[in-house]
Nanobody, 115 residues
Framework: QVQLVESGGGLVQTGGSLRLSCAAS????????MGWHRQAPGKERELVAR?????STNYADSRKGRFTISRDKNTVYLEMNKLKPEDTAVYYC???????????WGQGTQVTVSA
C-alpha cells in the first residue's frame, strides 16, 4: 500500500504561481512513476505531468512551459506558473510503484485561479 498526501493548493490570481507537493509513504522502494492529474468541474480527470524514477518526464501539451514537475525520491512537486482561470481544478497526485502495477491516488488539493 502507498499513501499519498498532497499540499500546496489554494487561491491565486491570474498570472500567479503555486507549488504543489505530494509525499508518498508506505513504500520503501523508489516509486516507478509519480505524477499529477487534475479534474475541473464537469470534466474528466486529465494528466498534467508525470515523472519516472530515472528522471524522464512527460507533460500534457497545454501545460508545457508553464508547469514543471520534479521529484525527490518519493516526493513529487508541481511548480505552476502563469496560472489561468482554466487551470482551476482539483489536482490529484498519483503514483505507480512498478511498471504495469496498480496506481495509487491522493485525496486531491483544490487550485482556484481567479480572473
Amino acid at each position: 500500500q502507498v499513501q499519498l498526501v498532497e499540499s500546496g493548493g489554494g487561491l491565486v490570481q491570474t498570472g500567479g504561481s503555486l507549488r504543489l507537493s505530494c509525499a508518498a509513504s508506505g513504500s520503501i522502494f523508489t516509486l516507478h512513476a509519480m505524477g499529477w492529474h487534475r479534474q475541473a468541474p464537469g470534466k474528466e480527470r486529465e494528466l498534467v505531468a508525470r515523472i519516472y524514477s530515472a528522471g524522464s518526464t512527460n507533460y500534457a501539451d497545454s501545460r508545457k512551459g508553464r508547469f514543471t514537475i520534479s521529484r525527490d525520491k518519493n516526493t513529487v512537486y508541481l511548480e505552476m506558473n502563469k496560472l489561468k482561470p482554466e487551470d482551476t481544478a482539483v489536482y490529484y497526485c498519483a503514483a505507480r510503484p512498478s511498471i504495469g502495477g496498480v496506481e495509487y491516488w491522493g485525496q486531491g488539493t483544490q487550485v482556484t485561479v481567479s480572473a
